[in-house]
Structure formats: structure tokens, C-alpha cells
């Protein structure tokens, strides 16, 4: 199955809070905050984690990237496939199972 078509879940173990237009992710471990691995998301990475409830396929968040700013299709898949790659890679989220 190709990536754009996959839903993404945010894991658990982690605390958020929205500042501006920016979202501050911190991941929890033995339930203690990991203060080392703090992840500050910019307007558009917020937009995205905002989206990404494991209801929305990656091409309909594309989409919602596209229609929300002046970005091609291409531009913003690109982006946002490498955006989810780097949240995958710190654990933050997870492929939805099917």
C-alpha cells in the first residue's frame, strides 16, 4: 500500500501544549517528562498533527496542506511524508493497523 494512503496515530506517551500557532510536544518515559527530547512543531507541522487522527489518510492531510497554503501537491506530499518519517522516528506517532 502506498504511504499516502495509510492513516498515522499519535502514540501515548507523550505531553502537548499549543503556543501561538506552534505546538510543543514532550515525550513522557517511566513517567517522567524527557526534557532532552522536546519537539517544538511549527504552524504547518501543527496543522498536520492536528489532522492526524488515524481517520485521515496521509493524501487527505496533503490536501488540507495544500487548500490551507500556496504549496503544490507535490511540494506538500514531500513535506509531509518527510514531516511523519521524523515523527515515526522519534516514536511520536504510528502506522494505524488496518
Known amino acids: ?12 506517551n507523550f505531553v ?8 510543543i510536544i514532550v515525550p513522557v518515559r517511566s513517567n517522567v517528562a524527557d526534557l532532552d527530547s522536546v519537539y517544538t512543531l511549527n ?5 498536520i498533527w492536528e489532522l492526524m487522527d488515524g481517520q485521515k489518510r496521509v493524501s487527505q ?7 490551507s497554503y ?3 501537491f507535490a511540494e506538500a506530499e514531500k513535506d509531509t ?3 511523519l518519517t ?13
Open 1 to 12: 500500500m502506498d504511504i499516502s494512503e495509510k492513516y498515522f496515530i499519535k502514540e501515548r
Open 16 to 23: 502537548t501544549r499549543r503556543i501561538g500557532g506552534e505546538t
Open 43 to 47: 504552524e504547518v507541522g501543527t496543522l
Open 61 to 67: 492531510i496533503v490536501e488540507a496542506i495544500c487548500h
Open 70 to 72: 500556496e504549496v503544490t
Open 81 to 83: 511524508l518527510d514531516f
Open 86 to 98: 521524523s515523527l515515526e522516528t522519534a516514536g511520536l506517532i504510528a502506522h494505524q493497523k488496518e
